[in-house]
T-cell receptor, first 115, second 113 residues
Framework: AQKVTQAQTEISVVEKEDVTLDCVYE???????LFWYKQPPSGELVFLIR??????QNEISGRYSWNFQKSTSSFNFTITASQVVDSAVYFC????????????FGAGTTVTVRA | DSGVTQTPKHLITATGQRVTLRCSPR?????VYWYQQSLDQGLQFLIH???????AKGNILERFSAQQFPDLHSELNLSSLELGDSALYFC????????????FGPGTRLTVL
């Protein structure tokens, strides 16, 4: 069964628009961590943010913000005032204590920001 | 730059051959993870080493093996290569074996012809 679902395959926006990426996860573990990674066209995987299961406080970091809701098993990510350099594939990932904290990735959402 | 290095960046080889991918973790990191990214399977966990010992295996084929050396670098060996093994192989490292953030290397793109 898919542990992380990213329902949006592709999103296309014009520069300066906000982009929200959806992520729904599935786990029976009480201790787990959620991540967002970015994969630009160059191919590397870049760590963006991380949240643990005991902290539902939502935060803003620069143009990035995230909304973690355990009640709906969602961990959504927003890019505010998007820029062309934000064009990339964004992956949501889950690591669980019962699975040795290996990362289970979603299928990814391709974001294209047009000038 | 994550601090994780992987060599080579690109590898082109033929079916039936054997290749070795190399990974050097960030300074101070004891855990190394290997992942495979392919078009049909997405990003999949292969194997995890902590301080030289194997800790967990994912969907890793029997034709694939890995090890972590005393200097903490790791190698992923792929043998009897098939066309379907063509993929981007990532190494990631973290400080310990638990819940620390995994930082990824730039990947090795393997093409099997």
């Amino acid at each position: 069964a898919q542990k992380v679902t990213q329902a949006q395959t592709e999103i296309s926006v014009v520069e300066k628009e906000d982009v929200t990426l959806d992520c729904v996860y599935e786990t029976r573990d009480t201790t787990y961590y959620l991540f967002w990674y970015k994969q630009p066209p160059s191919g590397e995987l870049v760590f963006l943010i991380r949240r643990n299961s005991f902290d539902e406080q939502n935060e803003i970091s620069g143009r990035y913000s995230w909304n973690f809701q355990k009640s709906t098993s969602s961990f959504n990510f927003t890019i505010t005032a998007s820029q062309v350099v934000d064009s990339a594939v964004y992956f949501c990932a889950l690591s669980e204590a019962e699975n040795d904290y290996k990362l289970s990735f979603g299928a990814g959402t391709t974001v294209t920001v047009r000038a | 730059d994550s601090g994780v290095t992987q060599t080579p960046k690109h590898l082109i080889t033929a079916t039936g051959q054997r290749v070795t991918l190399r990974c050097s973790p960030r300074s101070g990191d004891l855990s190394v993870y290997w992942y495979q990214q392919s078009l049909d399977q997405g990003l999949q966990f292969l194997i995890h080493y902590y301080n030289g010992e194997e800790r967990a295996k994912g969907n890793i084929l029997e034709r694939f093996s890995a090890q972590q050396f005393p200097d903490l670098h790791s190698e992923l060996n792929l043998s009897s290569l098939e066309l379907g093994d063509s993929a981007l192989y990532f190494c990631a490292s973290s400080v310990r074996q638990a819940s620390d953030t995994q930082y990824f290397g730039p990947g090795t793109r393997l093409t099997v012809l």
